[in-house]
């Protein structure tokens, strides 16, 4: 079975940082380009970055940009987000997918991350 | 910027056709955007329903299709059923290895 499991979010005060996994499994995951796509409370989706699968091309939305870091290890089957000087607007269930054909076939189940004092 | 957009909200009634929409605020999608669509029920992660503008992903029932509609993407549901009760999103492809979600549409069926 085709399988995303995020862990690493919880509550982290403005302008901390951490560390989002996701272990993936019933697939060769170097074969895929990999994404993280969050949601805050309340409101829709957002694409927030996206890499290849030899790690060699990285793409993020503005709003992250020089704040997170998307990486991943192949030999660990597994996908990293590293947030860094995060905001209350970072505030959001944070879940790693698979990208195919410039879009989300699986998704995983999501780990929320709160940013707050 | 380019926003991609959709009906805040829709209702059909069960065993009805409904067509959810999803457009640019500047410009026509066309195939080239690639566009995807997501259903998700609260508290639950997003669920593919068809990738690539009409293609269903994998156990995805033939009552979900995707199109292009004039200058929009399209989502029809024919044969409208309680459990379709959900908020849908779409997503176009914008390039530079990203794509944009819409706002979403909250499809009530009563």
């Known amino acids: 079975e085709v399988q995303l499991v995020e862990s690493g979010g919880g509550l982290v005060q403005p302008g901390g940082s951490l560390r989002l996994s996701c272990a993936a499994s019933?697939?060769?995951?170097?074969?895929?380009?990999m994404i993280w796509v969050r949601q805050a409370p309340g409101k829709g989706l957002e694409w927030v970055a996206n890499?290849?699968?030899?790690?060699?091309?990285?793409y993020c939305v503005d709003s992250v940009k020089g704040r997170f870091t998307i990486s991943r290890d192949n030999a660990k089957n597994s996908l990293y987000l590293q947030m860094n000087s995060l905001r209350a607007e970072d505030t959001a269930v944070y879940y790693c997918?698979?990208?195919?054909?410039?879009?989300?076939?699986?998704w995983g189940l999501g780990t929320t991350v709160t940013v707050s004092s | 910027q380019t926003v991609v957009t959709q009906e805040p909200s829709f209702s059909v009634s069960p065993g009805g056709t409904v067509t959810l929409t999803c457009g640019l605020s500047?410009?026509?999608?066309?195939?080239?955007?690639?566009p995807s669509w997501y259903q998700q029920t609260p508290g639950q992660a997003p669920r593919t329903l068809i990738y690539?503008?009409?293609t269903r992903s994998s156990g995805v029932p033939d009552r979900f299709s995707g199109s292009i509609l004039g200058n929009k993407a399209a989502l029809a549901i024919t044969g409208a059923q309680a459990d379709d009760e959900s908020d849908y999103y779409c997503?176009?492809?914008?390039?530079?290895?990203?794509?944009?979600f819409g706002g979403g549409t909250k499809l009530t069926v009563l």
């Open positions: 019933g697939f060769t995951f170097s074969s895929y380009w």
């Open positions: 997503a176009l492809y914008m390039g530079s290895g990203i794509s944009v």
């Open positions: 890499i290849k699968q030899d790690g060699s091309e990285i």
């Open positions: 500047s410009g026509s999608v066309s195939t080239s955007y690639y």
């Open positions: 997918a698979r990208h195919y054909s410039y879009s989300v076939d699986v």
């Open positions: 690539n503008t009409n």
